[in-house]
């Protein structure tokens, strides 16, 4: 299977005017801290929902139906903010027909699949019908929760073993490695992390997670708010990031499930 990223581009100009009405209309909504998700799991494993309402438990994401039937699915108001959860194993083909099923009926909900391992083209063959994010069953709650998080707010989210994959992919001319599935699993070794970011650019990171401003960043560890700036700049050119939303992404993906290690954050 070859990857079409002409076709790839194509697909996401069409979703933009989906995407700039969400952007005014709902997405106000979905930055308010206090304002829950309307959430729907979709997934005919029982255990699994359980699990699923237990990762979800205390947060935003409030689990309003559970079906592993697209046809019984409730109609919710327009202008709010809805999330469809995917958690059954499929086939890129049934992924594909449900996002494209799902976004013709809630043209304005954003959809993330649960999965363990998925071939990197089809991870974007998927994104290119509407899919908005996926996670990973090796993710840690924390991330998984950040990652529904910044899917709300308009951003899309795949693993870094994911992206990368497809970047290598496209520089190698998609000629190696095609239709080798690989683990959904996030870089999150603290040996590969220490080599990337130092105890201080860490720290600030965490803060960056947690959507702390610079001045907050300054004032917690008793730093200039002008040297938060030049590490947060050191940050984004380490993480290959361009603004401080990707650079939470990234320690989303890559860096949550290693933040007990006291070596790595100091202060856990």
Not at 66 to 76: C, H, K, M, N
Not at 82 to 104: A, E, M, N, P
Not at 169 to 190: F, R
Request: charged content about 20%; aromatic content about 4%.
């Amino acid at each position: 299977m070859t990857l079409d990223f002409n076709e790839l581009d194509q697909g996401a100009r069409a979703s933009m005017g989906h995407n700039v009405v969400y952007k005014e209309q709902i997405l106000p909504i979905a930055q308010d801290p206090f304002q829950n998700i309307t959430t729907v799991v979709i997934c005919q494993n029982i255990l699994l929902r359980t699990g699923i309402s237990h990762i979800l438990s205390g947060t935003r994401f409030d689990i309003a139906e559970q079906t592993g039937d697209l046809s019984s699915l409730s109609t919710f108001p327009e202008g709010l903010p809805v999330l469809f959860l995917i958690c059954d194993g499929r086939s890129t083909s049934d992924y594909v027909q449900i996002v494209k099923d799902l976004k013709g009926q809630y043209p304005h909900a954003r959809i993330v699949a649960l999965t363990d391992t998925m071939d990197p083209q089809e991870v974007a063959k998927i994104c290119k019908e509407g899919l908005d994010g996926l996670c990973t069953t090796t993710m840690d709650r924390h991330a998984i929760v950040k990652a529904l998080e910044l899917v709300m707010l308009g951003e899309t989210f795949i693993p870094g073993s994911i992206g990368m994959s497809l970047l290598d992919q496209l520089q190698n001319g998609l000629t190696s490695g095609l239709g080798q599935p690989v683990a959904l699993m996030p870089a999150n070794d603290p040996a590969i992390l220490m080599n990337k970011l130092s105890e201080r650019e860490a720290q600030i990171l965490r803060c960056l997670t947690q959507g702390s401003s610079n001045k907050l960043i300054a004032r917690e560890l008793g730093v200039a708010e002008a040297t938060v700036k030049v590490h947060i700049k050191a940050i984004l050119r380490k993480v290959k990031a361009v603004n401080r939303t990707q650079a939470a992404m990234w320690a989303a993906g890559h860096f949550a499930s290693a933040q007990e290690s006291k070596d790595l954050i100091p202060g856990e």
